[in-house]
């Protein structure tokens, strides 16, 4: 294959389309730079350059041999830094699924703070639902999982912590049946309405939803800010995150409704698999922070 230097005078001629011109970029005699580009033509047996120009144009096997030699030489550069990266005892990559229920946006501030240390580890974060959070840890398709609803499963080599309370609101839109019912609403008046849920992602069985009663007719939506949108807009009702939908609630786009059972707070955790990747530690460092964790929980009130 090509050394550095050999792949930066072929793409100085090719530039500069002349053996002198490139030769001067080079800082080169022109002898030298045209006997090294005999050398490579004789060792791959193929003419790179077409000479019958007075510009110098890359042939197609020219063409190929650098674009090829420059993605193996990129690719030789990334693997070094990624060797040096893991000895130092950093992860190769961090994949860190969330429920969907912790907001994206609300991890920003750490995703920053994590670049700041320039440890060249990649960060995949992706969203699972309910039981599909959880299960992305056992089957090994995240190093980290943040916001899981339900309690942790039994699973060898399991490590896991509260993470915070969420607390919820039966919230309904003021033109909807139920606005006007007389409170606080029976289990029979919620179970006679359409409910809103928010789709698990669990590959699983069929999956599961909070928040409805057995046989009350659904509507599974992608995500908690679609369940909002989807109760604001009088498509159905449920419970709802209330610190997310604080504003809504005080200008009187969602009314919140007393119910004979109220719902109590949520536990959400976090959970991991026992390692000594530093990528891991950091995360786990920060996210041992209370204030920190309560501001995922609480999320953002996009209404306000």
């Not at 550095?4 to 022109?30: F, H, T, V």
């Not at 007075?54 to 990129?74: H, K, N, P, S």
């Not at 919230?171 to 849920?197: D, I």
């Not at 939506?221 to 604080?246: D, T």
Request: charged share 25%; net charge neutral.
């Amino acid at each position: 294959m090509l050394s550095d230097d050999e792949i930066q005078l072929m793409e100085a001629i090719r530039d500069s389309g002349s053996l002198s011109r490139a030769a001067a970029r080079l800082g080169k005699a022109p002898s030298t730079v045209s006997y090294t580009l005999r050398q490579i033509e004789g060792r791959f047996d193929a003419l790179l350059f077409d000479r019958r120009r007075y510009r110098l144009q890359l042939t197609a096997a020219g063409t190929l041999l650098v674009r090829e030699a420059t993605r193996l030489r990129d690719d030789m550069q990334r693997l070094t830094r990624r060797v040096t990266q893991v000895a130092r005892g950093w992860e190769d990559r961090l994949h860190i699924v969330s429920d969907e229920i912790i907001e994206f946006e609300s991890m920003l501030p750490l995703i920053r703070d994590f670049d700041a240390l320039e440890s060249g580890v990649s960060l995949r974060l992706t969203h699972e639902v309910l039981g599909g959070t959880w299960e992305a840890l056992a089957e090994g398709r995240a190093d980290l999982v943040i916001g899981a609803t339900n309690e942790p499963p039994a699973l060898v080599g399991l490590q896991w912590r509260e993470l915070g309370e969420m607390r919820w609101v039966y919230a309904v839109a003021p033109r909807h049946p139920l606005a006007k019912a007389k409170a606080p609403l029976s289990a029979e008046q919620m179970g006679a309405q359409r409910a809103v849920v928010v789709a698990d992602t669990s590959r699983r069985g069929d999956g599961r939803a909070y928040g409805h009663g057995a046989g009350q007719t659904t509507l599974a939506v992608p995500s908690m800010a679609a369940k909002i949108a989807a109760q604001r807009a009088g498509l159905g009702v449920g419970w709802l995150p209330e610190a997310r939908v604080a504003s809504l609630l005080r200008r009187g786009e969602l009314v919140a409704m007393p119910v004979a059972v109220p719902r109590e707070p949520n536990r959400l955790y976090l959970g991991w698999r026992a390692g000594d990747g530093r990528a891991l530690a950091w995360w786990l460092e920060r996210l041992g922070d209370a204030l920190l964790c309560q501001r995922l929980v609480d999320g953002v009130d996009a209404y306000a």
